[in-house]
């Protein structure tokens, strides 16, 4: 996915989850962060940051929080990119087969997933998940509790259960990383309910990401630890 009219700037503070201010063009700029979670390890103040502007003139802020400098490393921020890069990545064949069909935000049981597909008599469900959190090359989810994503793991094993293949994506908004792992610390029942899903016959995939200021794609598989 490629992003239109990036500039570069510097991470002020983020009085709450939905703004943060930045230095941009030596004027102090509200942008909206498109990413609720708590990214206190990104968003240092005097760290470089990627805005992009709005196209919508109506909006009260004129710019979105894209992507973060983490040292050497740059990662989006995006909350709504994997979702983007994984349904690209989907269609292409990034499964190893081109779906005959892929249905985005489709309701199956009690749960909503990001994905439905179908392929010679394969239907599937993915649910799709952003991973930002990285310390030492390890990535993690979450970086906070999450209820909803238990909940999806659950519903994915019912998939399973019911006949369906299923898949728990993790797409890593960065490159270079080590092992993904669940975020034991933050939140035991993902862990738990991660471990479950795996051996209830859950595909669990871990994806990292070539990252640019302006574009965002899927490169390489990613090794899970549990």
């Not at 500039?7 to 942008?31: K, W």
């Amino acid at each position: 996915m490629i992003y239109e009219n990036l500039r570069e700037a510097r991470f002020l503070r983020r009085p709450n989850r939905f703004i943060a201010h930045v230095l941009l063009d030596g004027e102090e700029t509200v942008c909206h962060v498109k990413n609720t979670g708590r990214c206190r390890e990104l968003l240092i103040p005097g760290v470089t940051v990627y805005v992009q502007q709005s196209a919508n003139p109506a909006r009260k802020t004129g710019w979105d929080l894209i992507a973060v400098q983490k040292g050497s490393r740059l990662i989006n921020m995006d909350a709504a990119a994997p979702n983007a890069v994984f349904g690209e990545w989907l269609r292409a064949g990034g499964l190893g087969f081109v779906p005959k069909e892929v249905r985005p935000e489709c309701v199956h049981g009690d749960s909503r997933f990001d994905f439905y597909f179908a392929h010679d008599g394969l239907q599937a469900f993915a649910e799709v998940k952003g991973v930002t959190l990285e310390e030492n090359g390890v990535v993690r989810f979450p970086d906070a509790p999450t209820e909803r994503g238990v909940k999806h793991l659950h519903g994915l094993i019912r998939c399973v259960q019911e006949g369906f293949e299923a898949w728990a994506v993790f797409v890593i908004q960065m490159r270079g990383v080590r092992h993904f792992e669940p975020n034991r610390d933050t939140h035991p029942a993902f862990a738990e309910a991660l471990r479950e899903a795996r051996e209830a016959g859950v595909h669990l995939l871990a994806l990292d990401c070539e990252v640019t200021p302006n574009s965002l794609r899927i490169a390489d598989e990613v090794p899970i630890q549990l």
